[in-house]
């Protein structure tokens, strides 16, 4: 599976980040390109939505076209995804890319991000990706979870992930 993981933290210890990087360990079939661009992303408007797209723009783009599947993993901010996060699907909402694109989402923070989790999915069907509501993870776990060389270490949370993706291997065999 070729996967693009996009964090919705810009913390340089993201455990968000962690989990995106963890994906080869706990799906060795699965390569992953972490999107790292999010913060070089201009502010949307609808104004500058035209052709020929603004260059961070079009490299999102072309990444999301490229994958097989995304997963999405963010934190929550004031009960909130964070806007940079926002700011990234909002510009995709008027291109094909993300359209039909199996998607998994993991909300990993203290509460689990109890609020942001389920408006991150919300956002994301509007969107027409094809989100996978059963590979769906809120983490409550994920800044304990990870050794000091980055290897996730906790063995119950490494399950659960790789059940996640898991689903998303089958969904990619048997599309809806
Ligand atoms: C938070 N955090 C947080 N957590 C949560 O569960 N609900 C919330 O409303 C908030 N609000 C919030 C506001 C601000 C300004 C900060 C800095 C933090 C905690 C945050 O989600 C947590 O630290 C995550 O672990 C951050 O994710 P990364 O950076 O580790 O990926």
Same mark, same amino acid.
């Given at each position: 599976?070729?996967?693009?993981?996009? @964090?919705?933290? =810009? !913390?340089?210890?993201? @455990?968000? &980040?962690? =989990?995106? !990087?963890?994906?080869?360990?706990?799906?060795?079939?699965?390569?992953? #390109?972490?999107?790292?661009?999010?913060?070089?992303?201009?502010?949307?408007?609808?104004?500058?939505? +035209?052709?020929?797209? *603004? @260059?961070?723009?079009?490299? =999102? !783009?072309?990444?999301?076209?490229?994958?097989?599947?995304? +997963? +999405?993993?963010?934190?929550?901010?004031? &009960? %909130?995804? *964070?806007?940079?996060?926002?700011?990234?699907?909002?510009?995709?909402?008027?291109? #094909?890319?993300?359209? %039909?694109?199996?998607?998994? #989402?993991?909300?990993?923070?203290?509460?689990?991000?109890?609020?942001?989790?389920? $408006?991150?999915?919300?956002?994301?069907?509007?969107?027409?990706?094809?989100?996978?509501?059963? %590979?769906? =993870? $809120?983490?409550?776990?994920? !800044?304990?979870?990870?050794?000091?060389?980055?290897?996730?270490?906790?063995e119950?949370?490494?399950?659960?992930?790789?059940?996640?993706?898991?689903?998303?291997r089958?969904?990619?065999a048997?599309? *809806?």
């Open positions: 599976m070729r996967v693009l993981g996009i @964090s919705g933290s =810009l !913390r340089s210890d993201s @455990s968000n &980040h962690a =989990l995106l !990087r963890a994906i080869p360990q706990l799906a060795p079939d699965c390569t992953v #390109v972490i999107y790292d661009g999010i913060a070089a992303l201009p502010h949307f408007s609808p104004d500058r939505d +035209v052709e020929p797209a *603004p @260059s961070e723009v079009a490299r =999102l !783009r072309t990444l999301v076209r490229e994958a097989e599947a995304l +997963v +999405v993993s963010s934190p929550e901010y004031a &009960h %909130g995804m *964070p806007g940079s996060l926002k700011n990234a699907l909002d510009w995709l909402v008027s291109g #094909v890319e993300i359209a %039909g694109k199996a998607t998994l #989402v993991w909300s990993a923070s203290p509460s689990g991000a109890l609020h942001a989790h389920p $408006q991150l999915l919300e956002v994301l069907r509007t969107m027409s990706a094809d989100v996978l509501l059963e %590979g769906a =993870l $809120q983490v409550t776990s994920a !800044r304990r979870a990870f050794a000091a060389d980055g290897r996730l270490v906790d119950d949370l490494g399950r659960t992930l790789a059940e996640s993706l898991g689903r998303l089958q969904r990619l048997a599309p *809806p």
